[in-house]
């Protein structure tokens, strides 16, 4: 929740400044927000899948970083046809997808005792 919180607040901080220093901050809130995700997410794949070699999952995440590299060009595209105010809406919207994941997420380590 507090990795949620941090990229809500990045986002905000994002949205409405008008200086370095603001995109500076947001950035660092939104990088330390989003950062968590990476051993979570391996650990995860791990305990399910104890069959398959760790390399595998580099696999994973490498299609998972081919879409964050084509974001910034899909967010130039919107940028350019409904405005700037979009470039930090998307972002904004993934977080709250996030949070909206996160109760269930909970369930499942409530179910299954992890």
């Given amino acids: 929740m507090g990795s949620v919180l941090a ?3 990045g986002c905000l901080i994002l949205y409405s400044t008008d200086n370095g220093f603001g995109a500076g901050t947001g950035v660092f809130f939104l990088g330390a927000g989003y950062a968590s995700i990476y051993p979570l997410v391996a ?3 791990g305990r399910r899948f104890p069959y398959y070699h760790p390399g595998f999952f580099n696999g ?3 299609w ?5 590299l084509m974001a910034p060009a899909s967010l ?4 350019s046809a409904w405005g700037v105010g979009v470039v ?3 972002p904004l919207f993934g977080t709250f997808m996030v949070m909206a994941l ?5 369930l499942e380590a409530k179910v299954t005792g992890r």
Avoid at 64 to 68: E, I, K
Avoid at 76 to 79: F, I, N, R, V
Avoid at 102 to 106: F, G, N, Q, V
């Fill in 7 to 9: 990229a809500l607040f």
């Fill in 102 to 106: 996160l109760p269930l997420i909970w």
């Fill in 64 to 68: 998972a970083l081919l879409g964050g």
């Fill in 60 to 62: 994973i995440f490498s």
């Fill in 88 to 90: 930090i809406g998307i």
């Fill in 76 to 79: 130039g595209y919107a940028a």
């Fill in 43 to 45: 650990e995860a794949i």
